[in-house]
């Protein structure tokens, strides 16, 4: 069965590459606007990955990262962080929150399935 | 494969243009009021730029870049918007206009375009690093041969819970080279003190790679925090050790070094065959794929010119360059299949999709259904799989949604609690057979004709068959859901379904029986570059029809040919009335041919029967598909062209197309076919018998 990534970022394109690239590869994608709407996305199914932007609207994604991590079945789901270059405290910010790991932006798409495949073993 | 993401750059641009409006407002509002969404006001910037780099819009990645960093001092109360910054500001917002715009349009922006904002920008960021280049520098130590590395990693207990996994690292190392992990479980504690979700090991690693140790050390970016490594390289002197520990020779030697497999192994030694494997794939372009089915397309066609003419070049009995000709063409023949089989695809790629669909599906409708899978290795064309997902996808849940029943209903009906849906795939001829069955309930006919006749697609006195009446859901706008579901949609899905089915070129036909359940067999060419066609001549000119829409042909009578009170001409075909068009009528052709010396040929397009009256048959070709919409422009009624055997080029007739346009010119009337004409049979019939 494939497995499940939801994708939360505001910026249509982003979530929308992102979105193909991940089908593209097998994944089943899920996504989800800004952070209020990925918590909610995030509890009715199960989920194997969950990729999210840090600047959003309605809870930006260091919200949502701890609130997904006091969540049990997320206690130990791997969670990636959009991040830019410059950003090297959000990461840090980002790892005390209960991320995973970062993806750094811009990103291609070949980036971006290395990123999973290290957190994601097929 | 390789992933083009450049059809999201629409997407991507509409959305900048977005963030750019928010941006020029909420400037405006601070400068008006004092006041605003600093916040909203950055993340507009950083939108812009995050999807800018990624996109490859490099100009305005870099550009966005001062303007962010602006932005973001700004908001964090070190940098007040002052109106000469403001005033910069806006400018900025008209510098990145222009790049949008100019993006749109495919133009390139003047290189120094922006520059003077930027540097003004930047000014206010002076004791900042303007850090464009921060990339590091990959160490040149990067390809000198083997190294060994030892590397101690020890996380903290509480690593599990940022979501690493050390398996997921190993798995990654394992990659790079030939390792060893030794486990270190002296940090387990008491079982009073364990915790199920700590983490007590630590790991020795040893390993041997070719990489340099910024791309090992790269392994453990997410965990670096986490975790205290050490990484110690083993110099060639000590080269010896690690070996013995990896018990391992040099990767160089290898594959000579029979021992090898003697000797014993540490636990969780993970040996990774480094011979290269790379070479089991090659990513390639799909444009040039394309280009090679266009050539030997060419190849085949120039072939069976040559084969033409050696034919007649020998008549006298003479065939050895007959020979060799045919030979020739049946090896560029075994070519061509070749270079197809590169585009395709097994159609897995899109069954797979289905359990999960299917159960996710079942589980909100409280059904029970299992998925049965079968031929998921027949391949079919590249496009042709990615263009059937959505057709499928509606099918797969229209079956859970409408035809299988709730648990105790079926229980009710002595079915087994548990509903099948059942997707296959397999070849039939020249063409790929999808069936999608359930063990549901089936279509109801009643339901269908009384909404067919209530949406005025069907007339209450007339006989239909079931064949008949299940076509009804096929037509726009048609949906006997009583009440709508999120599941299953509006009542726009099936003519979806079936017309893109139909611009693949293939034919879609439903079977159902009440109680039992329902098949929709999906029937599809194996590429969209061949056809399967049937040559025709109509005045002099030949033509193709795909076999697909054939269903026959036969030679009408002046008996069998009758024109109607409305002019229009039916035919008698096995006792049911068909439209008779004639196509010289459609493409005003001068053709004399009387009735009885031409061919009719019975087709089927839309799901409608016609025949198609032309001067003759020529026969079956295999025809490689050229579009005349790229090379000259649309034409009603042709699909493509392809070049004959003899050099001519033919056009491919599009049927859809031809009946559509004989429909609204008055040549076929297709609300009184063939359903009515065959009321007029019956009646005739009747009178027949009366008489």
């Known amino acids: 069965m494939s497995k499940t990534i939801l994708t939360v970022d505001d910026s249509a394109s982003i979530r929308q590459m992102v979105g193909f690239t991940l089908k593209q590869s097998g994944f089943t994608v899920v996504e989800a606007e800004d952070g209020a709407k990925g918590l909610v996305a995030a509890q009715k199914q199960p989920v194997d990955l969950v990729i999210t932007d840090l600047n959003m609207p309605n809870m930006n994604g260091l919200e949502l990262i701890s609130k997904l991590r006091e969540l049990p079945a997320f206690k130990f789901t791997p969670i990636l962080m959009l991040t830019t270059e410059s950003d090297d405290s959000k990461k840090m910010a980002g790892k005390e929150a209960g991320a995973t790991g970062w993806i750094v932006k811009p990103f291609n798409p070949e980036q971006l399935l290395k990123v999973i495949s290290r957190v994601l073993p097929s | ?691």
């Open chain 2, 1 to 691: 494969m390789v992933i083009d993401i450049s059809q999201f750059n629409e997407t991507y641009l509409e959305e900048a243009t977005e963030h750019l409006g928010a941006l020029e407002t909420g400037l405006l509002e601070l400068e008006k009021t004092g006041e605003g969404d600093l916040n909203a006001i950055f993340r507009a910037a950083h939108s812009i730029k995050g999807g800018a780099g990624t996109f490859g819009f490099m100009k305005i990645a870099n550009f966005t870049h001062n303007l962010e960093g602006v932005l973001d001092k700004a908001r964090e109360g070190e940098l007040p918007i002052t109106p000469p910054l403001s005033a910069i500001l806006l400018q900025a917002v008209d510098v990145l206009r222009e790049m949008i715009d100019a993006a749109r349009s495919g133009e390139e922006v003047d290189d120094d375009c922006g520059v003077e904002v930027s540097k003004e920008l930047n000014s206010y960021l002076v004791g900042e690093a303007s850090d464009n280049g921060k990339q590091e520098v990959s160490t040149a130590d990067s390809s000198d041969g083997i190294r060994c590395v030892n590397i101690s990693f020890k996380p903290s207990p509480h690593l599990l819970q940022t979501g690493s996994d050390p398996l997921n690292i190993f798995r990654e190392l394992s990659s790079l080279g030939n390792i060893n992990v030794t486990i270190d479980k002296s940090g387990l504690p008491s079982l009073k003190e364990f915790n199920p979700e700590s983490l007590y090991y630590s790991w020795q690693i040893a390993l041997e790679t070719e990489v340099g140790l910024d791309d090992i050390k790269d392994v453990f970016l997410f965990v670096e925090d986490d975790a205290d490594i050490e990484y110690q390289e083993v110099n060639s002197g000590e080269r010896k050790q690690v070996e013995e520990i990896l018990e391992l020779t040099p990767l160089a030697n290898r594959r000579d070094d029979e021992d090898r497999r003697q000797g014993d192994r540490r636990q969780a030694s993970t040996q990774k065959e480094t011979a290269p494997k790379e070479t089991a794939f090659i990513r390639v372009e799909t444009g040039k794929v394309d280009q090679l089915i266009n050539l030997v397309g060419e190849l085949v066609t120039t072939g069976a010119m040559v084969s033409q003419h050696s034919q007649e070049l020998e008549k006298d009995g003479n065939d050895s360059l007959h020979k060799v000709v045919a030979e020739m063409s049946h090896h560029t023949r075994n070519m061509q299949e070749a270079i197809m089989a590169i585009r395709m695809m097994p159609v897995s790629f899109v069954f797979n999709r289905f359990p999960r669909m299917v159960r996710d599906t079942a589980t909100k409708l409280g059904k029970n259904v299992e998925l049965i899978t079968e031929g998921e290795n027949t391949e079919l064309d590249k496009t042709v799989i990615e263009r059937i997902v959505d057709p499928l996808t509606h099918l797969v849940r229209n079956s859970v949604d409408h035809g299988i029943e709730m648990p105790d209903e079926r229980e009710e009906s002595g079915k087994p609690a548990i509903a099948t849906v059942a997707l296959s795939a397999s070849y039939q001829g020249g063409n790929v057979i999808i069936k999608i069955t359930d063990d549901g309930k089936g279509l109801n006919r009643e339901t269908i004709l009384a909404k067919a006749i209530d949406k005025g697609m069907a007339n209450a006195d007339d006989n239909y068959s079931d064949e008949d009446v299940w076509q009804f859901i096929f037509e726009p706008g048609f949906s006997t859901a009583v009440e709508v579901t999120d599941v299953s949609g509006r009542g726009v899905g099936m003519d979806v379904v079936r017309r893109n089915i139909q611009s693949l070129g293939g034919t879609i036909r439903i079977e159902s029986i009440a109680g039992e359940g329902s098949t929709f067999t999906i029937s599809l060419p194996l590429t969209l570059a061949i056809l399967d066609g049937m040559a025709i001549d109509l005045s002099g000119v030949t033509y193709i029809i795909p076999i697909l829409n054939i269903i026959e042909s036969t030679r009408p009578t002046k008996d069998t040919v009758r024109t109607m009170r409305n002019n229009l001409e039916v035919m008698d075909f096995r006792g049911e009335y068909l439209p008779f068009v004639r196509l010289k009528d459609i493409f005003l052709l001068p053709s004399e041919t009387p009735i009885e010396q031409g061919i009719a040929i019975i087709v089927e397009a839309e799901n409608q029967q016609f025949a198609l009256f032309i001067d003759d048959l020529l026969g079956e070709r295999q025809v490689v598909i050229k579009s005349i919409e790229q090379n000259y422009k649309m034409v009603e009624g042709i699909s493509g062209a392809t070049i004959l055997g003899d050099g001519s080029v033919s056009l491919i007739l599009d049927l859809a197309a031809i009946m559509r346009k004989a429909t609204r010119e008055g040549l076929l009337n297709k609300g009184v076919s063939p359903d009515k004409i065959q009321g007029i049979n019956q009646k005739e019939k009747v009178n027949h018998v009366q008489q």
